[in-house]
């Protein structure tokens, strides 16, 4: 793990037999020479009797290699930080989120005063009324630690009383821009804060140090390794807390403690903080051994489950709201402009028709001096909620979409309420965007849904929800080639990596995942059954099942 590279460049590599391996036209059966990082060859039996003697050799039991799968938008320090916090996923009702703190204050026996966080909410599973929760459930569990619990989507926070009183919010206290505090009937704030409003309370946690930051990196990069990922493309990289995110991600790449590729997105709020940002070194096209920077990413809107995101027509089951522009035209275009200006990729977390317009928008005029074209790739995160021709448009600017079809498993069971029918039936419209030639790439968003490439490819070619049932708009299902080719080359594209990710050919890189079965043969309901036997980057292996 720690030979430098010019000694691994001359080093036999390693030979992987007894596998086969998909080249884009079916599989070749038989071996996988890796060397300096790379693939040498590939081929079968001559290839595995012309490797030296010397060179080392894994047996992959007749397993089912993929080139390796590549999360094109995630929020991999989340997934760690998550792994340490109160685990509200699956929550059946206000009682059940009240209960399990009270079990986490007890079981990390936390002091008096101490803030908490936790993750993973949905009033949508919860057991008969849907209601959002409130303060006033979480106050007999947790009187005197401040809670900032964040919902599934992370972009509204329910917070007890003790939280309102140590952050000094009270009905006085206004809405600040592009946030919302949610209040009662009295005007009372209720506990609920939406989007930029989170930044109230957020001082309240403790700081993340650096060791416990790397910590969280480490824990969060061996789940992704597990799940069969050899790249990911993660949005840990935020204006308030980068200064220790970075170093302590350096610090495990150092050491060799990465086991897979980390492309950076940027979350900067304003030019200054980019500019920051670079002074101290993190330009476009810094790197390190298995770190590299990505992106500035703009978040433009909210999310649908938080009836957040951005709609031009406003909520069918919420009259009179449109959701949240958190970053209004001028301002976005101002920070989109300086990155551009640099050489950076620009993309835009956009989920409702209003927020994908903004980013639409923000790209034209990014491009409008160039005569429209898109050499910086600059493109659209999430791209959900889409009003007919927004599809053309985005096809016409040459932008990219990183889309998330797994958000489907849930999202159906809501899409139609909250945007009526009308729009409900152009959205998620994920297969019209590959036919019509847009670059698109898949991720997870985790900790939003699991890391688990394979669950997504599943939404992708079925359309089904993962509980069984109809499909959704199965005429937006795409191939298994097709998905997959979007896993890979799709987001190898998204990364600028295309000529060395997302396919297993000489010279490209040795990062693949080995499946028990094949994927491309199994019956479609097996899809998210199927096992990651290994996953090897650089050809080196980062994650072996049972070992
Ligand atoms: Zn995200």
Redesign the pocket.
């Known amino acids: 793990m720690n030979t430098p590279n010019a000694a691994r460049a001359a080093a036999p590599g390693r030979l992987f037999y007894n596998g086969h391996f998909y080249t884009g036209r079916g599989y070749t059966a038989g071996a996988l020479w890796a060397q300096g990082g790379r693939i040498r060859a590939l081929g079968g039996a001559e290839l595995a009797a012309a490797v030296p003697p010397g060179v080392p050799r894994t047996d992959l039991g007749g397993g089912w290699a993929l080139p390796g799968f590549n999360d094109s938008?995630?929020?991999l320090l989340d997934v760690g930080r998550g792994m340490d916090a109160i685990d509200l996923f699956g929550a059946r009702s206000p009682a059940d989120i009240a209960a399990r703190c009270r079990a986490f204050l007890r079981q990390n026996a936390v002091p008096p005063g101490r803030a908490v966080y936790g993750n993973g909410w949905n009033q949508d599973l919860f057991a008969g009324a849907r209601a959002l929760p409130t303060r006033e459930c979480l106050d007999a569990a947790a009187p005197d630690n401040p809670l900032l619990l964040d919902r599934v989507c992370?972009h509204i926070m329910l917070c007890n009383t003790a939280a309102l009183r140590a952050a000094g919010i009270t009905r006085h206290t206004p809405d600040p821009p592009g946030g919302g505090i949610d209040r009662g009937p009295g005007g009372e704030p209720n506990g609920l804060l939406r989007d930029n409003a989170v930044a109230l309370v957020r001082g309240l946690l403790e700081p993340e140090t650096q060791a416990v930051c790397a910590a969280r990196w480490r824990a969060a990069a061996a789940r992704a390794a597990a799940h069969g990922l050899t790249g990911a493309q993660t949005?840990d990289v935020r204006s308030r807390d980068w200064r220790t995110v970075l170093p302590a991600l350096q610090s495990l790449d150092e050491q060799g403690a990465l086991p897979l590729r980390l492309t950076l997105q940027c979350a900067m709020d304003t030019p200054d903080d980019l500019r920051a940002l670079w002074a101290a070194g993190y330009r476009p096209g810094a790197h390190g051994k298995r770190w590299k920077m990505g992106p500035l990413k703009l978040f433009l809107d909210g999310s649908l489950g938080a009836r957040t995101a951005w709609l031009r027509g406003g909520y069918a089951d919420a009259p009179g709201r449109h959701g949240l522009c958190c970053m209004p035209y001028p301002r976005a275009l101002e920070l989109a402009r300086l990155a551009d200006a640099a050489g950076m990729q620009v993309i835009g977390?956009a989920i409702g028709d209003g927020a994908v317009e903004e980013m639409l928008d923000i790209i034209a005029a990014l491009n409008a001096p160039r005569g429209g074209a898109n050499p910086l790739r600059h493109g659209v995160?999430?791209c959900q909620i889409t009003a007919p021709g927004q599809w053309a448009r985005l096809a016409a600017l040459g932008a990219g979409a990183l889309v998330q079809p797994i958000f489907l498993d849930y999202d159906h069971t809501i899409v139609a309420a909250r945007c009526g029918k009308t729009l409900a039936a152009t959205s998620y419209a994920f297969g019209t965007a590959v036919r019509r030639g847009v670059p698109v790439s898949y991720g997870t968003?985790a900790p939003?849904e699991s890391l688990d490439p394979l669950r997504n490819l599943y939404a992708a070619v079925t359309r089904r929800p993962l509980a069984g049932g109809a499909p959704w708009q199965p005429d937006q299902a795409v191939t298994r080639a097709q998905a997959l080719g979007c896993y890979t080359q799709g987001s190898a594209w998204q990364e600028f990596a295309e000529g060395e990710k997302g396919r297993l050919a000489p010279g490209y890189l040795a990062d693949f995942t080995v499946l028990d079965r094949d994927y491309f043969s199994v019956p479609e309901h097996e899809i998210p059954a199927l096992r990651v036997l290994r996953t090897v980057v650089g050809g080196e292996e980062s994650y072996a099942a049972g070992g």
């Open positions: 938008h995630l929020h992370g949005c977390h995160v999430h968003d939003v």
